[in-house]
């Protein structure tokens, strides 16, 4: 692989060397810091751009500790910046975790390549002098990082922690919880860069114009404009594409390189979306019918609000074709199926009650197919998970604005819906350890507290879902974390308090270097009816 692609690289490249500056100054989220990437670096740049600052945050701590052996102080953050985006050039041109590419010395003409390029750049971004500096470090690391060598099998977490840039107090954790095989296998897997994937959602045709199917309350009582920013969905609704790489996983591919104008074509059409396939585990406990009402508890950014009606539509379907007719779940009013403005407390506008009710007809029509309440804090995250639900076809999606932690109750019955609920899911925040691979700095924001404090955040959210639990419904409490205490011992500790009212039935814990795909947990609970 050429360190240098192709293309304008000087841009990509200075552009990186800044967003690697701030983020060493202010260590801002990752994704936050990509949105400041200028709209003038488009196409092969700005994917570039991106790899570059991924993979150096990626391996900081590496390249940190190949650098403090090298530079005894340590440079103003610009000078660093370059050094380390240089610094994952080289190690991107052919150092592996196993040492030099083919077992001897790195390729001269690559390093000559990398030394050159963060020369000239450092001439802009620094200075003259800074750039000579430049020139002598890079050429001095490429050394000191080709001479590596993977610790041993039973190499101390400080010795791993620094190999493959890690905090040490975290892989010591993970030494105490899952042993050496396991830890190794795991820092491996969050050293590679993770593939997209996609969610290609159900054949079914998207809904008729005019059809109330996919209608999103905003928790005012105003409708979601259509017309949001959402295009129609495509007309020719149909198989996923061949360039789509099939996975294990039924209904998710990974999509190559190259592909992105058809991509984005595919999903402003809504007949795919971006999604790792550890998203279904929690969906599958769920199993979600046709025609319940479905509540999704921290629902923000809406993923498996989608997929929780598109698991509806496809129950529909098949029970559609086999003539067994639907399970009819959620028939718990009779009123019209769209709620008003005034229903929802607010004031109606003109003209909403002859765009808003529906018929009667209309209305167990709706009911049929399902409902989706999605439920999550007003804040930035919700324009993203009101586009979402936005794309929702063949189920109602309704948004309610509101603390989960909070009187739910009291917000349901303001919008004339179910107090009580036959599925209820809930994703709550936690460390993200099993989403390293793709949110590369959450292994730098992590402190040690941060385990317990979700925890019991976690426990305070999970009885609060537990209370909008019908009596013999179901509720599944879901993580991307990997560790014990925010899966098993949040359960544990949920049992002890409510295990008169609530039986763990089922779970699934994936662990991504043996799932391969991101971590998660995933825990189903019955209430006794």
Not at 87 to 115: F, Q, R
Not at 210 to 239: D, H, L, Q
Not at 412 to 417: D, E, I, S, V
Request: charged share 20%.
């Amino acid at each position: 692989m050429s360190a240098v692609p192709p293309g304008n690289p000087a841009a990509a490249w200075s552009e990186a060397a800044r967003l690697v500056g701030r983020w060493l100054d202010r260590r801002e989220r990752i994704d936050e810091l990509m949105e400041r990437l200028p709209r003038s670096l488009t196409g092969i740049e700005r994917a570039r751009c991106q790899h570059l600052v991924f993979g150096v945050v990626r391996h900081e701590g590496r390249l940190n500790a190949a650098l403090g052996r090298l530079v005894p102080r340590p440079p103003r953050l610009i000078l660093r910046a370059i050094l380390y985006v240089a610094g994952y050039e080289l190690l991107e041109a052919g150092l592996h975790p196993d040492g030099p590419a083919g077992g001897g010395a790195v390729d001269s003409g690559l390093v000559a390549k990398v030394v050159h390029h963060a020369v000239e750049r450092a001439k802009t971004l620094a200075s003259p002098a800074e750039a000579r500096l430049v020139n002598a470090v890079v050429r001095r690391l490429a050394g000191a990082l080709a001479a590596q060598t993977v610790p041993p099998r039973l190499a101390s977490a400080g010795a791993l922690a620094e190999y493959f840039s890690h905090p040490e107090w975290l892989v010591g954790r993970w030494l105490a919880q899952f042993g050496a095989d396991a830890t190794r296998a795991l820092l491996e897997w969050n050293q590679q860069p993770a593939p997209v994937y996609a969610r290609w959602r159900t054949a079914e045709p998207p809904p008729e114009r005019g059809s109330p199917s996919g209608f999103c309350e905003s928790a005012g009582g105003t409708p979601v404009p259509r017309g949001m920013g959402v295009p129609p969905m495509s007309e020719n609704w149909g198989k996923p594409p061949a360039w789509l790489a099939p996975t294990r996983w039924a209904s998710f591919f990974e999509v190559p390189s190259g592909r992105w104008p058809e991509v984005e074509s595919l999903l402003a059409s809504g007949q795919l979306y971006l999604q790792d396939p550890s998203a279904r585990l929690a969906i599958e406990l769920l199993a979600p019918q046709a025609g319940e009402t479905v509540l999704d508890l921290c629902a923000a950014p809406g993923g498996k609000s989608l997929q929780i009606a598109d698991a509806q539509n496809t129950v529909r379907a098949q029970s559609d074709s086999t003539g067994t007719g639907l399970r009819h779940a959620s028939e718990q009013t009779e009123q019209t199926s769209l709620v008003t403005p005034a229903a929802m407390g607010a004031p109606a506008a003109e003209g909403a009650e002859q765009t808003s009710l529906v018929t009667s007809a209309a209305t167990k029509n709706q009911a049929a197919k399902g409902r989706v309440v999605a439920v999550d804090l007003p804040g930035d995250r919700l324009p993203r998970l009101r586009e979402n639900l936005a794309r929702v076809r063949g189920v109602e999606a309704v948004l309610v604005e509101a603390d989960v932690a909070g009187p739910l109750a009291v917000a349901f019955a303001a919008r004339r819906l179910p107090v009580e609920y036959a599925a209820v899911l809930i994703d709550v925040p936690c460390s993200n350890t099993g989403v390293m691979r793709h949110r590369v700095d959450v292994k730098w924001r992590l402190q040690e507290g941060d385990f317990a404090r979700h925890a019991r955040q976690q426990l305070a959210l999970l009885g609060a879902a537990a209370r909008c639990v019908a009596p013999g419904g179901r509720l599944v409490y879901s993580t991307c974390s990997i560790d014990p205490e925010e899966n098993e011992h949040v359960v544990a500790a949920f049992l002890r308090r409510h295990g008169e009212q609530f039986t763990l039935e089922a779970q699934a814990v994936g662990r991504p270097w043996e799932a391969g795909c991101d971590g998660t947990g995933a825990f189903r609970l019955r209430r006794k009816a």
